[in-house]
């Protein structure tokens, strides 16, 4: 079993499931603590009140922010987007989001709007927001309730090869859309792939799991 989120939520689910298993008499291998903030303090606090439950720890993998990403592709084909320009740069990452809905002199201010990696969602009749995105170097820009904007603002954008993501959706809901995705990789994400293959060898015993 697999078991992730804050060390208080680990703590309460497996003690959750040791309950269980013994209520069912189902043989238990053991547990894979995921996406640990602080490897020390859950050694210190944590582990020992499981071992107590004789509950055998497989691994303890430290949480990586990289795996919370995902790329602009991935975002793209979540929303069913049009894409109407920046088509052959989708393999961006996504950092940060930020609804570009205040002022344009508003949201300068603002260090998100300033970051890089980041996707702005503004309606496609934004045309002062969507500029500062194109400049402020973002990952993506969202255009959102089917509008587009100026086609000297698109082919800007094609000239930066900034990707313009059409959707139907207004920007709250796009934004809720995009906050609730699930950054699973895909075929595609080698840097990902390989980054949970080296977290798995050198944070789980594999030769507990793998079959003999």
């Given at each position: 079993?697999?078991?992730?989120?804050?060390?208080?939520?680990?703590?309460?689910?497996?003690?959750?499931?040791?309950?269980?298993?013994v209520?069912?008499?189902?043989?238990?291998?053991?547990?894979?603590?995921?996406?640990?903030?602080?490897?020390?303090?859950?050694?210190?606090?944590?582990?020992?009140?499981?071992?107590?439950?004789?509950?055998?720890?497989?691994?303890?993998i430290?949480?990586?922010?990289?795996?919370?990403?995902?790329?602009?592709?991935?975002?793209?084909?979540?929303?069913?987007?049009?894409?109407?320009a920046?088509?052959?740069?989708?393999?961006?990452?996504?950092?940060?989001?930020?609804?570009?809905?205040?002022?344009?002199?508003?949201?300068?201010?603002?260090?998100?709007?300033?970051?890089?990696?980041?996707?702005?969602?503004?309606?496609?009749?934004?045309?002062?927001?969507?500029?500062?995105?194109?400049?402020?170097?973002?990952?993506?820009?969202?255009?959102?309730?089917?509008?587009?904007?100026?086609?000297?603002?698109?082919a800007?954008?094609?000239?930066?090869?900034?990707?313009?993501?059409?959707?139907?959706?207004?920007?709250?809901?796009?934004?809720?859309?995009?906050?609730?995705?699930?950054?699973?990789?895909t075929?595609?994400?080698?840097?990902k792939?390989?980054?949970?293959?080296?977290?798995?060898?050198?944070?789980?015993?594999?030769?507990?799991?793998?079959?003999?």
């Amino acid at each position: 079993v697999v078991a992730g989120g804050s060390e208080d939520t680990i703590f309460d689910d497996i003690t959750f499931l040791k309950k269980r298993v013994v209520l069912e008499n189902i043989p238990l291998a053991g547990v894979i603590i995921n996406k640990v903030d602080n490897i020390g303090e859950f050694n210190d606090v944590y582990l020992p009140r499981i071992n107590k439950m004789d509950v055998n720890v497989l691994g303890i993998i430290p949480y990586q922010r990289e795996l919370s990403y995902f790329s602009v592709r991935y975002a793209a084909d979540k929303l069913f987007a049009k894409i109407i320009a920046g088509e052959d740069n989708l393999e961006g990452m996504i950092e940060n989001i930020f609804i570009g809905s205040a002022s344009v002199t508003a949201a300068c201010k603002e260090p998100e709007f300033q970051a890089k990696n980041k996707i702005v969602i503004t309606s496609g009749d934004r045309s002062d927001m969507i500029v500062a995105a194109l400049e402020s170097c973002s990952a993506a820009i969202v255009l959102t309730n089917n509008i587009l904007p100026h086609a000297n603002i698109i082919a800007r954008a094609e000239q930066m090869n900034i990707p313009l993501l059409l959707v139907p959706f207004d920007v709250f809901s796009t934004a809720k859309k995009i906050d609730d995705m699930e950054a699973l990789p895909t075929k595609d994400d080698s840097g990902k792939i390989a980054l949970v293959e080296r977290l798995i060898k050198e944070h789980v015993d594999i030769d507990k799991i793998v079959l003999k």
